[in-house]
């Protein structure tokens, strides 16, 4: 009487675990599974999200530079000066050869020199070129440019003697004998780089892409040497020397950039320095 009731409870007890263990686990498994899942996508997404605003930062970064890139090439639209130059007649000629890459002048007596015969900028504009004194001691380039539509006036390199430089002529006065007066020492075999800026109110010159100065043209008259007649409106000459000529060319400016304060161009060690915070190198 006693067995049989135990034997009973234990049959029922036996039933219940083997009904609620299964029941167990699995809730456990699916608990576990929904808690786990999500953490992996969610990962995945935030990634995504992180790559697609990667990319479109990098999107707009290449739009810029090719956007800042066009602008400063059509700011800085230059024209060479190459198929139209001709043999200027000052009656003393030395040889003069006219290449595609560079123009040749020769000993002369005393003045050897070449003409623009193409269209010429008369205001507002920027002239660069290059060059060099080959042989001799006096000057190895005048260069003869329009100054508005009635004035004109002479860069010289190397004048009086090899060592001076200036504007012929500001007020009658030469290039030796007026405020645009430098001296410098020019060596044979040497480019140097000269770029004339002319501005309704100014005219200022470069060498080496370092400012030399800036000749306000309120109140004063820009002429030139009556020898150098030959070269107008645009032209190159030396005197008694040897000299080379290369890269020329010429650019219109544009309205916003007139009247804005000018400045040297950096060396490229100055501005590698300023991009890196003037760390040491």
Request: negative net charge; proline residues 4%.
């Amino acid at each position: 009487m006693t067995i049989k009731p135990l034997l009973v409870l234990l049959t029922v007890l036996v039933l219940c675990a083997s009904v609620l263990l299964p029941v167990g686990s699995a809730t456990a498994d699916d608990v576990a599974t929904q808690t786990a899942k999500p953490k992996p996508q969610a990962s995945e997404d935030r990634a995504s999200e992180d790559k697609a605003t990667k990319d479109k930062a990098s999107e707009n970064k290449a739009t810029d530079d090719s956007s800042a890139k066009a602008k400063s090439a059509k700011k800085l639209q230059w024209t060479d000066l190459t198929g139209q130059w001709e043999k200027c007649q000052f009656g003393g000629d030395g040889e003069i050869e006219i290449g595609k890459k560079k123009i040749s002048l020769d000993y002369g007596d005393p003045i050897t020199g070449v003409r623009w015969a193409g269209d010429v900028v008369r205001d507002n504009y920027e002239i660069e070129m290059e060059g060099r004194r080959v042989d001799g001691f006096d000057f190895f380039c005048a260069l003869t440019f329009p100054v508005g539509e009635k004035g004109r006036a002479s860069l010289v390199m190397g004048g009086w003697g090899g060592g001076t430089m200036g504007i012929s002529s500001i007020d009658d006065r030469d290039a030796s004998d007026n405020d645009t007066t430098m001296y410098r020492d020019f060596k044979n075999n040497q480019w140097y780089k000269a770029r004339v800026r002319v501005e309704e109110s100014r005219i200022a010159v470069w060498i080496d892409d370092t400012l030399q100065f800036e000749q306000p043209r309120d109140d004063h008259k820009f002429d030139i040497r009556y020898e150098m007649d030959p070269c107008l409106p645009l032209g190159l000459a030396n005197f008694q020397c040897k000299s080379e000529m290369r890269n020329l060319r010429v650019r219109k400016l544009k309205a916003d950039e007139l009247g804005q304060p000018l400045k040297s161009k950096k060396p490229a060690a100055e501005e590698d320095d300023a991009k890196s915070g003037g760390e040491a190198k």
